[in-house]
């Protein structure tokens, strides 16, 4: 089964840093870009990052720039997001996204495949 | 590059179709055809329901469909089914170094 779960979400205090997972399995990972897309509570989807499949080309939404890192472990099947000098705004269901392949190969910029999510508050 | 603008809600009674806009501008949405509309009821990950303005990728009913005109791009549903109640958002990928933007979401309400 094709399957993305997240982890590492929790508590922080405005300024403090947290790093999510993201475990891919059932396809192989290493050939697909991935992205990050959070949703503050009661609000819609707001894109946060993408990386390539090689780790060649990230991304980051203005919002998070210069305090997030997105990373992956082609070897481990797993995305990661650094997440430093966290804020109120912050505060968010955090999703990792596969990007969409069609039958030829060619990326079609649509997210197929979504984890659970994996909740992350910031707060004092 | 800021969201991309849709109705907060629109209703329809079992059977009947409704529409939902995803309004751009002429440097976004009218000049890339990488719209995705994505389902989400409430406490669950978004799906994806159409992708490339009007592919459906498999399993999607094909009461779902997908076309653009000019800056606004729009997700029909055809014979609404009480399970069709959920969130919709549309997403637009463009090149530039903030590719992918969001719509602001519309709740669909089956009467």
């Known amino acids: 089964e094709v399957q993305l779960v997240e982890s590492g979400g929790g508590l922080v205090q405005p300024g403090g840093s947290l790093r999510l997972s993201c475990a891919a399995s059932?396809?192989?990972?290493?050939?697909?870009?991935m992205n990050w897309v959070r949703q503050a509570p009661g609000k819609g989807l707001e894109w946060v990052s993408y990386?390539?499949?090689?780790?060649?080309?990230?991304y980051y939404a203005d919002s998070v720039k210069g305090r997030f890192t997105i990373s992956r472990d082609n070897a481990k099947n797993s995305l990661y997001l650094q997440m430093n000098s966290l804020r109120d705004e912050d505060t968010a269901v955090y999703y990792c996204?596969?990007?969409?392949?069609?039958?030829?190969?060619?990326?079609?910029?649509?997210?197929?495949?979504w984890g659970q999510g994996t909740m992350v508050t910031v707060s004092s | 590059q800021s969201a991309l603008t849709q109705p907060p809600s629109v209703s329809g009674s079992p059977g009947q179709s409704v529409t939902i806009s995803c309004t751009g501008t002429?440097?976004?949405?009218?000049?890339?055809?990488?719209v995705s509309w994505y389902q989400q009821p409430p406490g669950t990950a978004p799906k994806l329901m159409i992708y490339?303005?009007?592919n459906r990728p498999s399993g999607v009913p094909d009461r779902f469909s997908g076309s653009k005109s000019g800056n606004t791009a729009s997700l029909t549903i055809s014979g609404l089914q009480a399970e069709d109640e959920a969130d919709y958002y549309c997403?637009?990928?463009?090149?530039?170094?903030?590719?992918?933007?969001f719509g602001t979401g519309t709740k669909v309400t089956v009467l």
């Open positions: 490339e303005v009007s």
């Open positions: 990386i390539s499949s090689s780790s060649s080309t990230i």
């Open positions: 996204a596969r990007e969409l392949k069609n039958d030829y190969g060619d990326y079609v910029f649509a997210f197929d495949i």
């Open positions: 002429s440097s976004d949405v009218g000049s890339y055809n990488r």
């Open positions: 059932g396809f192989t990972f290493s050939s697909y870009s």
């Open positions: 997403s637009l990928y463009t090149s530039s170094s903030t590719p992918f933007v």
